[in-house]
């Protein structure tokens, strides 16, 4: 008997298909070696013509238990391309019953090989989430909106989520050539792709965004060989602005040229030239894969306005590795000067509470929503301001590179800005206090108060009480964050 097992997966990057497959494997002993995968629509496989199906005799009931980190990084990995991903998932979980430690070892050639597939993918829906430009269309059930989309690997399941909190007050429907996501307000749902002809081309929407766009345009700021890079050429079309930038660029070269000639520039170009000043263009940032290229990066950073006044930008401080990621607002008067998160009060507050709660602060990923400190000067002192939308928006992609880096299983939002950033909408943090709410890696989030808010307290007795509740929230994370193994 031919002992080479070929398994053939109805879905192309579905995790729960994968892991009942893994199961049976792992229960009947097949070694990876024996193995060849494939799903429905690809072409035949590597051991058609001779391979078995396997229908094993062993316990597939068993409790299977690997690392969490495992888990988000097969949910990545299944969102790629890659012919070989399946293959490659089973070789690493092979592996780790006998190395439950393999995936720190990030030498090794399958992690490395994982690792840069899950890369890739995040980075894939990175684009998705700025890319996709949604236009107005009108059906028998109402107003609704469309948007095109042309990924490279498997990622519209993983990211339609991201929509349907931005726009949980619209009904819209993503689609793409092999995928498809609807939105109707309450359910997302999933179907098969489509084309480019589906989908509308245009709406009266655009000419108004078109008008704004022109209105805030910054030659300083436009990058094409950054937009190049981040940006395939393909996005290109499905932007509306897209087919203003070059007469927008060779107008403000023109005018700013006239400007040095003698010849007056109009009021609007005057602000763009002002805005344009060294100092003020937004860096070109084309890599950045570790917490320290961000840390470097972040220093040119002029998303906001908020750069022109702080002393320097903070960025995260804390493991790679962290199984517990803590968002705060943002920096204040005493994290300004020293660039290092919860130095000040609040944080003083915080490390006694995370003692209390059984928490070794070196082992936590601690950052902030906004990343330079907001404040209004009040003679010598500097007194902290609340961010608007604006900037909480502006500072979140670098929120969100940090959390895709250190990909913890917990992440733990204090306070109302830290909760909208993570959570991606206005929330009320009475309301969802202790709920443990799913994120998009397979991990969750929490809530609770920020610890300068316990500063702010005028009575001892609700001081207290609040203080016990916001120990007990840091234990709860504790608790999550410490199941480090999964049931696969």
């Known amino acids: 008997m031919n002992d080479l097992v070929s398994i053939t997966l109805d879905h192309a990057a579905n995790y729960d298909e994968w892991r009942a497959v893994a199961r049976r494997l792992l229960a009947a002993g097949v070694a990876p070696e024996r193995t060849g995968f494939r799903h429905a ?12 199906i396997l ?5 597939t009931d068993r409790n299977i238990r690997v690392p969490r980190a495992f888990v988000g990084l097969a949910r990545d990995v299944l969102c790629h391309r890659d012919g070989s991903r399946f293959a490659l998932l089973y070789r690493l979980l092979w592996r780790l019953s006998e ?21 890739a993918v995040r980075r894939e829906s990175h684009k998705m989430k700025a890319f996709v430009r949604f236009r107005r269309v009108e059906s028998e059930s109402g107003e609704a909106f469309v948007a095109w989309f042309e990924p490279e690997h498997h990622i519209v399941e993983r990211t339609a989520p991201f929509f ?33 002809n589906d989908c509308p081309d245009d709406d009266a929407l655009e000419n108004h965004w078109r008008v704004y766009y022109a209105s805030i345009f910054n030659p300083a700021r436009l990058k094409l060989n950054a937009m190049r890079a981040e940006m395939p050429v393909k996005f290109w079309r499905n932007l509306p602005e897209s087919r203003l930038i070059p007469e927008l660029s060779r107008s403000a070269r023109r005018e700013q040229y006239a400007s040095r000639s003698g010849t007056a520039p109009s009021a609007a170009t005057a602000r763009r030239l002002v805005a344009s000043q060294p100092g003020m263009a937004m860096p070109e940032v084309t890599s950045v894969n570790t917490l320290d290229d961000i840390a470097s990066a972040l220093q040119q950073c002029s ?19 962290a199984k517990l990621l803590i968002v705060g607002e943002q920096p204040g008067d005493e994290e300004d000067l020293s660039g290092r998160p919860f130095v000040g009060p609040a944080g003083k507050v915080l490390d006694a509470a995370l003692e209390e709660a059984g928490i070794d602060r070196k082992s936590v990923f601690l950052t902030n929503t906004v990343k330079h400190f907001k404040f209004k000067p009040r003679g010598k002192r500097r007194i902290h301001q609340r961010p ?10 670098w929120l969100d590179l940090e959390r895709d880096i250190v990909s913890a299983p917990v992440t733990l939002a204090l ?33 609770t108060i920020h610890p300068a808010f316990l500063l702010r307290l005028p009575n001892q007795a609700e001081a207290r009480r609040q203080r016990t509740q916001f120990v007990n929230d840091l234990r709860m994370a504790r608790t999550r964050s410490e199941q480090s193994a999964s049931l696969l």
């Open 41 to 52: 629509s690809s072409s035949a496989d590597l051991f058609d013509g001779g391979a078995a």
């Open 55 to 59: 229908t094993p005799s062993g316990n």
């Open 99 to 119: 190395n439950r430690r393999l995936l720190e070892n990030r030498a090794d050639a399958d992690v490395y090989a994982a690792r840069r597939l899950a890369k």
């Open 164 to 196: 349907t909190r931005r726009f949980s007050g619209m009904r819209w429907s993503i689609v793409t050539p092999e995928r498809s996501a609807h939105w109707d307000g309450r359910s997302l749902t999933f179907g098969d792709g489509a084309t480019r």
């Open 303 to 321: 998303r906001c306005q908020l750069c022109k006044s702080a002393t320097a930008a903070v960025p995260g401080e804390g493991p790679a590795h």
């Open 388 to 397: 608007n939308v604006s900037e909480i928006e502006s500072c979140r992609w």
């Open 415 to 447: 306070g109302a800005t830290a909760a909208r950033a993570v959570l991606g909408r206005p929330v009320k943090v009475s309301d969802i206090r202790g709920r443990a709410i799913a994120n998009d890696n397979g991990g969750v989030s929490l809530v």
